[in-house]
């Protein structure tokens, strides 16, 4: 089992910036990817970012590419989302999740945090 606990959501005025953070606990391993997927009102979930736990390798969805930023710190177990020039249509409650490869299936989540992005 993996508990994820993600902090750092918020209301934030467009263009303005927010980082969220997912800490790992539990059986979690370097072969594991960690990513963040969000849920606006009315829409399914989707993906943002997604990192390799060992090497560090990135994708990210095209609408947030060169907007958001997902790191790692191994020390903390935690993965790292800098969110900058947000937008509007940002806004959604983000979740982090691991799995065992960057496509999926993701078979721990966080409980979510919510951003709100005013115009």
């Known amino acids: 089992q993996v508990q994820l606990v993600e902090l750092g959501g918020g209301l934030v005025q467009a263009g303005g910036s927010l980082r969220l953070s997912c800490a790992a606990s539990?059986?979690?391993?370097?072969?594991?990817?960690m990513g963040w997927f969000r849920q606006a009102p009315g829409k399914e979930r989707e993906f943002v970012a997604s990192?390799?736990?060992?090497?560090?390798?990135?994708v990210y969805a095209n609408s947030v590419k060169g907007r958001f930023t997902i790191s790692k710190e191994y020390a903390k177990n935690t993965v790292y989302l800098q969110m900058i020039s947000l937008k509007p249509e940002d806004t959604a409650v983000y979740y982090c999740a691991v799995g065992g490869s960057p496509g999926g299936p993701w078979d721990y989540w966080g409980q979510g945090t919510q951003v709100t992005v005013s115009s």
């Open positions: 539990g059986r979690t391993s370097s072969r594991y990817f």
């Open positions: 990192i390799r736990w060992s090497g560090g390798s990135t």
